[in-house]
């Protein structure tokens, strides 16, 4: 049926928009005509500007009986947004909801509005933002002047027949045969055999990814895939061992192998001998969506009070899954970077949460990802040019299953907004680049996100049957909107990395995108600025402190010269006083109320990334008030800073005015 067809009608006089859906609260916020077409809810208000959402962003419609009359419709947008209006007529209302249901999830493709014909002049500017032969130039494949001639490229899979979730060029260890490779991709769940897909430039180690091997309950061994394993430790080094994250939990991967699937069987004696293998517990697609609605459920409720939101969104699991992923993926990138390991990456399918964590595992190492332009080519590689299926976990169109929907691709993004908010400096974007992100793969307002893999997407691309979403988001007045101006390019020289934190204290609820009960709660620049504030330790405050500062020490200083005394002798208060060099928090932002108390704690927090409120310390750990062993024992010792000599440089940042400030409090502690 035809789009136009289902609007059963598209005007509705008479509306009221309210802040909740209940009416007795208070007054409502405007009034006007709802009118509804093909692509969108509009809401035309009498004495203001209109309100528009696209069908496609419509979670779901609410219908709630008012006491005295009239009908309230609840929009739930995938924005996790809402918006109230009472329809005074409740057939009206009824033939409303029913016809923004249907038309969020159409029945064919062309009806979305990312659906846009172009003519065929139209430069491609967009389609082409990520290639993977400049993707494997930037990395060095078979470079030998960069020591990755152990690598090569492969053409097997030019036609995507091979696998039809993979691109038609992929990188191999350079002593594997092509006809070897066939072999394995009949022992690897979807053909989705091992391939390369991150080669670090400082040690040996690289980052793979793949699907579960076809072991089954009889334990079938494929010999070329062992050889294949043993070819890419062998391309790494050869004496090193090896690291397998298996996504699943070890009970689930068991219930794999008795359908046919499984695991590498790793340890002495076994065919992946050399290996060790990890299983994450990270939730499969239905169990993820179970927990997400809970968690959203939590976040969504007006009248829930603190205690109880807090209890809800742990309970929900999600907080968990963030965590888990945070610390796979460190345990990844301390393994590649720091051990010069292979790491291998694998789920069921190897397209959810494999995903998730090679995505997130090459963001904590490479700083080009965590530019604007470098995180959207990060997106195009890991999840869209590797087959994240987004159409069949988003329900794009047709009539999906709601058992296959996965908020895999948000949960990434939650992810991103952790380690952004615990590395200010280290991302040249802020969050609301990660929110119109989950937005538009949401609203298939262009052809980026549309359909299951590249196969499929080519044909949007070779057509010209859809705009990509690429050049809207890197036009300069949008750029200007994403850019953290907190952002220090070489803030975290190499060989650091970022060591994320992934402590229940360090990942928060991420308020501005879960937490809107109202259409109209954030502006576009409040996160900018809020995020600046906190980056630079409160700094809008700190010009002020200093100047009380000096003018308390300025006056001690001339009571000193007129013979009025300083109180106690300069030994005496520098053991007394001494540890206590940065306010009193000792967690670098001037906070004045972190775990630490002595001056070491401050100035390493202050060193490696050299600003205002520590993210990094000098050896490359979290700087979040833990203790140094702390950290340790989370991402595995001690860090080099990457300058050649062996001093930990922990020098404090000369123009920052929060350590002029500490030291101000330290002579005036002196002169005490």
């Not at 062998?234 to 068991?254: H, M, N, P, W, Y």
């Amino acid at each position: 049926m035809d789009p136009m067809e289902l609007i059963q009608q598209p005007k509705l006089p008479g509306v009221l928009q309210y802040s909740t859906p209940d009416t007795q609260v208070g007054p409502y916020r405007a009034s006007g005509m709802l009118w509804i077409n093909p692509i969108y809810v509009i809401f035309e208000r009498d004495n203001s500007s209109s309100l528009q959402v696209m069908h496609t962003e419509v979670d779901s419609v609410e219908l709630r009986s008012q006491p005295a009359q009239g009908t309230m419709m609840t929009l739930h947008l995938k924005t996790f947004r809402q918006l109230h209006f009472w329809i005074p007529v409740d057939s009206h209302a009824k033939n409303a909801a029913t016809t923004i249901q249907q038309l969020s999830c159409p029945a064919k493709y062309i009806w979305l509005p990312g659906y846009q014909p172009m003519p065929s002049d139209t430069n491609l500017e967009g389609w082409d933002l990520f290639s993977l032969d400049d993707e494997y130039k930037r990395m060095g494949v078979g470079d030998a002047q960069r020591g990755k001639v152990t690598w090569r490229l492969t053409h097997i899979n030019k036609d995507m027949k091979l696998c039809s979730t993979y691109p038609p060029e992929l990188v191999v260890p350079a002593d594997v045969e092509d006809e070897v490779l066939e072999q394995v991709a009949r022992h690897r769940t979807h053909r989705r055999f091992p391939i390369v897909i991150y080669l670090d430039p400082i040690s040996p180690g690289v980052l793979v990814r793949c699907s579960q091997p076809r072991i089954g309950p009889r334990g079938k061994t494929c010999y070329p895939d062992t050889q294949l394993f043993r070819k890419i430790r062998k391309a790494c080094g050869g004496g090193i061992g090896g690291v397998i994250l298996d996504t699943r939990s070890a009970s689930l991967a068991q219930t794999h192998k008795s359908k046919g699937g499984g695991f590498e069987p790793t340890g002495t004696g076994t065919p992946y001998s050399g290996w060790k293998q990890h299983f994450c517990d990270l939730m499969p697609c239905k169990a993820l969506q179970a927990a997400f609605t809970r968690f959203r459920e939590a976040c969504q409720d007006p009248a829930i009070d603190m205690s109880a939101l807090w209890s809800k969104v742990e309970s929900s699991g999600w907080l968990t899954q963030v965590r888990t992923c945070l610390f796979a993926a460190a345990a990844a990138a301390k393994s590649i970077r720091d051990n010069g390991d292979p790491v291998v990456i694998h789920g069921e399918s190897g397209w959810d949460n494999t995903c998730v964590l090679t995505a997130l595992t090459q963001l904590l190492l490479d700083p080009h990802f965590r530019t604007i332009k470098g995180f959207m080519q990060l997106i195009e590689k890991e999840w869209l040019t590797m087959g994240h299926p987004f159409t069949l976990r988003h329900s794009h169109f047709g009539h999906p299953d709601a058992s296959e929907r996965g908020p895999f691709f948000l949960l990434f993004l939650d992810c991103v907004h952790q380690c952004l908010h615990q590395f200010p400096f280290c991302f040249e974007f802020t969050d609301q680049l990660l929110i119109d992100l989950h937005r538009h793969s949401q609203v298939s307002d262009s052809g980026t996100f549309l359909f299951n893999n590249l196969l499929e997407r080519q044909m949007l691309r070779d057509t010209k049957q859809a705009p990509s979403l690429w050049p809207a988001l890197l036009d300069p007045a949008t750029v200007r909107k994403y850019t953290n101006p907190a952002f220090a390019p070489d803030g975290l020289p190499p060989p650091m990395w970022l060591r994320v934190s992934y402590r229940a204290q360090a990942v928060d609820v991420w308020t501005e995108l879960y937490c809107w009960h109202d259409f109209e709660v954030v502006t576009p620049d409040a996160r900018r600025r809020q995020l600046l504030a906190e980056a630079m330790g409160a700094l809008p405050s700190v010009e002020e402190e200093l100047k009380l500062v000096l003018e308390e020490v300025a006056l001690l200083e001339k009571q000193l010269g007129d013979g009025g005394g300083g109180g106690g002798d300069d030994d005496d208060d520098d053991d007394d006083d001494g540890g206590d060099g940065d306010g009193g928090d000792g967690d670098g932002d001037g906070d004045g109320d972190g775990e630490a108390g002595d001056e070491n704690s401050s100035r390493e927090q202050q060193g490696g990334g050299g600003k205002a409120n520590g993210v990094v310390a000098g050896d490359g750990s979290r700087a979040d008030g833990a203790d140094d062993n702390d950290n340790d024992n989370e991402q595995g010792g001690d860090h080099d800073d990457g300058d050649g000599d062996d001093n930990d440089d922990t020098e404090e940042y000369e123009g920052d005015p929060l350590n002029v400030l500490q030291d101000s409090v330290q002579s005036l502690d002196a002169s005490r």
